[in-house]
């Protein structure tokens, strides 16, 4: 992480616009060519690879240019870095050798590239993620207004017919309250009537018994008749000759 911060402000202060600066006293002396820590240091190593001790001015030497003080600064900032690095010091991993240096900076502009071309792709997916979730959104909104709609008018429905039904009830129970009122005058009718006929029976029964008795009673006091026995006719062997046909043969 300390390494790509370090490359980002690198860039960053590439990218910034350099402002003009005014020329100081001496700043039109003929210098020789300056010389960047990256090219000492990639020097001071190139003579240790070949078995020399880096000084001063074989590093100057071997550049054929630069500085002899600016030379010695960086080598100082040099020997530091490396004491570091031969102690194993984390913090001498924070600088790497120009060579690592220049593809680890080609690798984080190459990292930024895809990663600016994969913002982008994703960008165009979530967009048209988005877009496939707002017309699911509406074909749902739209589905759910149709059967909000079909609920709406199968609750009237049901409504009406409720009603009609809740009518119907009354109705029903109205007759039935009429039906039972009439069940009721006619029972009462019927145990009217009935106690009636009971009454006439009795006193149709009394009418009898009075009649009976009166009859006895007559019956009592009025004297008998003397009969008399009726002779007995003789029965004729011949056969009797009906009126009608005597009376039709004298019409003859």
């Not at 071309?117 to 496939?132: F, G, I, V």
């Not at 018994?209 to 007559?218: E, H």
């Amino acid at each position: 992480m300390t390494f790509i911060s370090y490359h980002c402000v690198k860039l960053t202060r590439m990218a910034e616009p350099q402002t003009p600066k005014k020329e100081a006293y001496g700043a039109k002396r003929e210098r020789g060519a300056s010389v960047s820590y990256n090219e000492i240091e990639r020097t001071a190593r190139a003579l240790m690879v070949k078995g020399e001790r880096p000084t001063v001015d074989g590093v100057r030497k071997a550049l054929d240019r630069g500085s002899p003080n600016h030379i010695a600064t960086c080598m100082q900032k040099f020997w530091k870095n490396q004491a570091a690095l031969n102690a194993g010091d984390p913090i001498a991993l924070t600088r790497l050798p120009p060579e690592l240096a220049d593809v680890a900076v080609a690798q984080w502009e190459r990292a930024l590239r895809l990663a600016q071309q994969s913002a982008k792709y994703e960008d165009n997916a979530a967009r048209a993620h988005l877009e496939q979730l707002r017309r699911d959104t509406e074909l749902r909104s739209h589905s759910f207004d149709l059967r909000e709609k079909e609920w709406d008018l199968a609750a009237r429905a049901r409504e009406r017919a409720l009603a009609d039904a809740r009518e119907h009830v009354n109705v029903l129970l109205k007759e039935l309250a009429a039906d039972r009122a009439e069940l009721r005058a006619r029972d009462a009718r019927i145990a009217d009537l009935e106690s009636q006929l009971e009454d006439f029976r009795r006193q149709l029964a009394t009418v009898i018994a009075r009649a009976i008795a009166k009859n006895q009673a007559l019956a009592r006091k009025k004297p008998r008749r003397q009969t008399r026995a009726r002779p007995k006719r003789p029965v004729s062997t011949k056969k009797q000759v009906p009126a009608k046909r005597t009376r039709r043969r004298a019409k003859r």
